[in-house]
């Protein structure tokens, strides 16, 4: 290999020259590729109430729709609109909240129209905490609570999301594998 500086010829592998001391070899960064774990969001179970909710006023407007009045015709329209939205805003509330498990870090996005993203790398994890009422065991769902080390008011909760406890062991898992 030839020097860029002095022209000296050096050894083969040498990193720098030995006659002027210019560095020959420039060792490359170790490139770590980020890939995705796990993609989690709230459990279809949280929005029960909403579209049994929706189930019973679309009942009531079949109900009014069966009468042969014209208000029962119109309140039928109404609950049939209310039931739709209330759906609707049941569906947008699940897909507005995820959460990704990388190998590098657990991402939190939060919102629609206006979004908000929290990062927390896994090397600054503290503590993983899985919580599950009664109800949520019924039902299979829990919440995982990740805290970190940097600040002691950094948390990113997962509420209502299914099989938490293997969640949290797949967090354990790629935290101890980007400290080794």
């Not at 600054?124 to 899985?130: F, G, H, L, N």
């Amino acid at each position: 290999m030839r020097c860029p500086q002095c022209g000296f010829e050096a050894a083969s592998g040498a990193a720098f020259c030995s006659r002027c001391g210019t560095r020959l070899f420039f060792p490359r960064p170790e490139t770590r590729h980020e890939f995705a774990l796990s993609k989690i969001t709230v459990s279809w179970w949280t929005f029960f109430g909403s579209f049994a909710a929706a189930a019973a006023l679309f009942a009531m407007a079949l109900a009014a729709m069966a009468s042969r009045e014209q208000a029962g015709r119109q309140i039928a329209m109404v609950l049939f609109v209310l039931a739709l939205l209330i759906a609707l805003a049941a569906v947008i509330s699940q897909r507005s909240t995820s959460w990704s498990i990388t190998s590098e870090r657990l991402i939190e996005r939060r919102g629609l129209l206006s979004q908000m993203r929290r990062e927390v790398e896994l090397v600054d994890i503290r503590s993983v905490e899985v919580t599950r009422t009664l109800l949520q065991r019924l039902f299979g769902i829990g919440s995982v609570v990740v805290a970190s080390a940097a600040s002691a008011d950094y948390l990113i909760r997962m509420h209502n999301i299914a099989n938490p406890d293997a969640i949290a062991e797949t967090i354990r898992k790629a935290r101890l594998k980007r400290l080794a």
